[in-house]
């Protein structure tokens, strides 16, 4: 005989989902007072990678109640094909992503400027690499940018105080009485 204090299993399924979501967000509680001793931009990384992971623990659970509501095989086998071009087009996403992020590191290693980094082509590391160095040889160098000076900044001055021929051109002219 049950007692009136037991659990059907469906209803413990749904205990044990909403426990581990209290624990999941616990845990991204935790590590985001963990997180106020990290600089502010790795505070906002973890924010969004715990709204990243909230949001696939929703998807989650929706897709386990579709699962459970659909009666039919059709009706299973139309739900995993949409789920399926879902993955696909973010797998295209993620691969598009880390092709920008590895020619954008080839290039600020190379020194490309951003014109140059575009027209990078290959499709392997080593590819890219071999035609950021063929590249680089065209790319002109920022001299904005170098700044390799230290003290004093010879910068804007017309001539040098301890050159002679400069200082008897600026005060060789005077008359003397």
Known sequence: MPE?????PA???????EETSQTDEA??????DKGNELPEWA????????AEAANYRTKLREAEKALEAAK?????EALLTGWK?????????DAEAARALLIE??????????????RLVGNTREELEADAKALAE????DDEDIHLEGGLSPRGRDEDPSDPRALALKYGGRKRR
């Open 4 to 8: 009136e204090n037991e659990t059907p």
């Open 11 to 17: 209803e413990a399924g749904e205990e044990n989902a």
């Open 27 to 32: 845990k991204a509680t935790e590590e985001t």
């Open 43 to 50: 505070r906002e990384k973890l924010t969004k990678a715990n």
């Open 72 to 76: 039919t095989p059709e009706e299973v």
């Open 85 to 93: 071009a879902e993955r696909e087009e973010q797998e295209r996403k």
């Open 105 to 118: 590191n080839i290039a600020l290693k190379h020194h490309l400027p951003e014109a140059l980094a575009k």
């Open 138 to 141: 065209f790319a002109e160098a």
